[in-house]
């Protein structure tokens, strides 16, 4: 299945696209005064205000991020570093229009560069061009980490379009090298997915995560619903049903 058809049904079953389809149903149904029509209404603006306020979705995003922990360094070793894409910042304007990384890929860089410092292992960069574009994720990721960073970066793998693949042509890509144990860099929300595929791929992962969700304090503004806190709950339930589909596909294959 392509990037673009797997993420239009993505569209369909995250916020707020879902939500607004209930709500407009919801309407429609008020019209021809039908008894579920009301309850429906409710729903959906409960969901909203639910799936907008800070209090609960990072909460969710707590829930995902407590199934790793920050990597303990003079502990845990590895003899690589693989670090996921984390999309693209398209025709930079500021960058003679460019392709360049996207916030959350940069900060996936960031931590790596620190880890490559204090480890010295060598760097996998993956990501490839799920939209199209001329500069794969994974070679502006080099670019990044070598131009800016200057760390340098051994493999670049950029023919994949989603983990399932960065995990699997990594594998094909580090295997040849007689590498196994990598340092996973991702998010920390992601990490759970991304390393249940890495290891199902045939890698032996310490996982590196970053980015975790913190807060400096709770207070009123927790529960006064914002737009990245609507972004936050399509990453959050995104990265459930991603977890289920990969459980999903296990079970039919290995069935």
């Given at each position: 299945?392509?990037?673009?058809?797997?993420?239009?049904?993505?569209?369909?079953?995250?916020?707020?696209l879902?939500?607004?389809?209930?709500?407009?149903?919801?309407?429609?149904?008020?019209?021809?005064?039908?008894?579920?029509?009301?309850?429906?209404?409710?729903?959906?603006?409960?969901l909203l205000?639910?799936?907008?306020?800070?209090?609960f979705?990072?909460?969710?995003?707590?829930w995902?991020?407590?199934?790793?922990?920050?990597?303990?360094?003079?502990?845990?070793?590895?003899?690589?570093?693989?670090i996921?894409?984390?999309?693209?910042?398209?025709?930079?304007?500021?960058?003679e229009?460019?392709?360049?990384?996207?916030?959350?890929?940069?900060?996936?860089?960031?931590?790596?560069a620190?880890?490559?410092?204090?480890?010295?292992?060598?760097?996998?960069?993956?990501?490839?061009?799920?939209?199209?574009n001329?500069?794969?994720?994974?070679q502006?990721?080099?670019?990044?980490?070598?131009q800016?960073f200057?760390?340098?970066?051994?493999?670049t793998?950029?023919?994949?379009?989603?983990?399932?693949?960065?995990?699997?042509?990594?594998?094909?890509?580090?295997?040849?090298?007689g590498?196994?144990?990598?340092?996973?860099?991702?998010?920390?929300?992601?990490?759970?997915?991304s390393?249940?595929?890495?290891?199902r791929?045939?890698?032996d992962?310490?996982?590196?995560?970053?980015?975790?969700s913190?807060?400096?304090?709770?207070?009123?503004?927790?529960?006064?619903?914002?737009?990245?806190?609507?972004?936050d709950s399509k990453i959050?339930?995104?990265?459930?049903i991603?977890?289920?589909?990969?459980?999903?596909?296990?079970?039919?294959?290995?069935?």
């Amino acid at each position: 299945m392509s990037w673009f058809v797997t993420n239009l049904i993505a569209a369909f079953l995250l916020p707020p696209l879902n939500l607004l389809l209930a709500l407009a149903l919801g309407i429609f149904l008020l019209q021809l005064r039908h008894k579920l029509a009301k309850p429906l209404i409710l729903s959906a603006f409960c969901l909203l205000w639910i799936a907008s306020t800070p209090y609960f979705t990072e909460g969710a995003l707590h829930w995902l991020e407590a199934h790793t922990s920050p990597l303990d360094i003079p502990h845990q070793n590895a003899d690589a570093i693989v670090i996921l894409g984390g999309g693209t910042y398209f025709h930079a304007p500021e960058y003679e229009g460019q392709d360049t990384i996207s916030d959350a890929a940069l900060m996936r860089l960031r931590y790596g560069a620190k880890l490559q410092r204090e480890t010295g292992k060598p760097v996998l960069v993956t990501g490839g061009k799920p939209l199209g574009n001329n500069t794969s994720e994974a070679q502006q990721m080099k670019s990044v980490l070598e131009q800016d960073f200057r760390i340098p970066v051994r493999w670049t793998e950029d023919t994949s379009d989603n983990t399932f693949e960065n995990a699997r042509y990594s594998y094909q890509m580090l295997q040849a090298q007689g590498i196994r144990k990598i340092y996973l860099v991702t998010h920390a929300w992601h990490m759970k997915r991304s390393a249940e595929i890495f290891r199902r791929a045939g890698f032996d992962v310490v996982e590196a995560p970053t980015a975790f969700s913190t807060r400096y304090q709770i207070s009123l503004l927790a529960f006064l619903p914002d737009a990245k806190s609507l972004h936050d709950s399509k990453i959050f339930i995104h990265e459930t049903i991603g977890l289920l589909w990969y459980r999903v596909k296990l079970a039919i294959f290995t069935g």
